[in-house]
């Protein structure tokens, strides 16, 4: 169900959709979203998005399998050649030193901002060569083992097509669309601004590509409001106070609460139903005088004088069984 055009989150919605809204305007939108919903992990992923990937784990996709490549000259710089290099080439500690890092050569990491990303894209170039941030050392490893006395590595870069930088900037637009299509469907349509373990979850589906199980129950509160509980499971804890309705597991405590799941609840007037439910016993919480009392005058009389005289009765038969003839007889 779509959102109100007017609230911000229909306005990304709306802008997701029309192509020609650029992917920067939108996610500057989710920071200001991600504020509204408390949500951290919302602003990270949208400002980094925007200002690229400084030293942060780049997501999926925004990888792009392409190879490296050299640019080979003679020592003069002269009669350069490109040639592809392979992993295998390097000595085999400094191929344990990348797997150690994460490094696959032969993926290029576009870790920069939308922005920069875009304008690369608008120039019209049929290829565009990227330099890995890894590059220096990897040349360095080159020259000093893998080429002749008279050539040198100049340069090393990931050969990305057009086609292939343009469909990377889909793949982002389609993560917004995913995490949108998220928020949309935790969100209930009279809210305007989704909670933040909602915005949370919709951030971990385009960061990791799982999506998590999100159970959101719409429960009736005190006073006629409504109260919205999110958990990454129909387990997951729910607390409810006041006289209201919950699904799922909760606790349910206040005078004409009702639960309908796995609970425990403690109150008057308390009402539960479904599997695993335990209902704590009021009486169990008060003293054995309260609860004596509420038997009636006479209930309580007639058992405290029968206390007595069972404790009597056990002292005169100790008496007689020590063979000693109490002070009374």
């Known amino acids: 169900m779509s959102h109100k055009r007017e609230s911000l989150l229909g306005q990304i919605e709306a802008g997701v959709l029309d192509e020609g809204t650029p992917l920067a305007s939108l996610l500057q939108k989710c920071i200001i979203l991600g504020g509204q919903a408390g949500s ?26 392409t190879g490296l490549v050299a640019i080979l000259t003679n020592s003069a710089g002269y009669n350069a050649m490109n040639q592809r290099i392979s992993a295998a080439v390097f000595p085999r500690q400094f191929r344990d030193f990348l797997d ?14 939308i922005g920069e990303l875009e304008a690369l894209a608008n120039r019209g170039e049929s290829e565009h060569r990227l330099m890995p941030p890894w590059a ?14 008279n ?18 900037l889909v793949r982002v637009r389609t993560a917004l ?11 209930p349509a009279a809210q305007t601004i989704p909670d933040k373990a909602a915005a949370d979850q919709a951030v971990q589906l385009v960061i990791t590509g799982h999506r998590p199980t999100i159970h959101v129950t719409s429960q009736q509160a005190h006073s006629g409001g409504t109260n919205v509980a999110v958990g990454p499971s129909r387990d997951s804890p729910v607390t409810v106070s006041g006289a209201g309705t919950a ?57 405290i004088l029968g206390g007595i005289a069972g404790v009597a009765g056990a002292v005169l038969a100790l008496f007689t069984w020590l063979g000693w003839t109490p002070w009374w007889r």
């Open 40 to 65: 951290e992990k919302l602003r990270d992923w949208a400002r980094q998005e925007l200002n690229g990937y400084q030293g942060e784990t780049v997501p999926p996709y925004r990888r792009i399998y």
């Open 136 to 149: 220096d050392a990897v040349i360095e490893m080159l020259n000093k083992f893998n080429v002749g006395p």
């Open 151 to 168: 050539t040198r590595v100049q340069v090393v870069y990931w050969p990305l097509s057009d086609a292939a930088l343009r469909g990377l």
């Open 247 to 303: 699904i799922g597991t909760q606790t349910a405590s206040g005078s004409g609460s009702s639960a309908v799941g796995s609970q425990s609840a403690s109150g008057s007037h308390t009402s539960l139903t479904g599997r695993d439910v335990a209902v704590a016993d009021p009486s169990a919480e008060q003293s054995w005088w309260a609860r004596l009392r509420k038997r009636g005058w006479v209930v309580t009389v007639t058992t």
């Open 100 to 113: 150690e890092q994460g490094i696959d050569l032969e993926t290029a990491v576009l870790g920069g901002g």
């Open 177 to 187: 669309a995913e995490m949108i299509a998220e928020l949309i469907a935790l969100t």
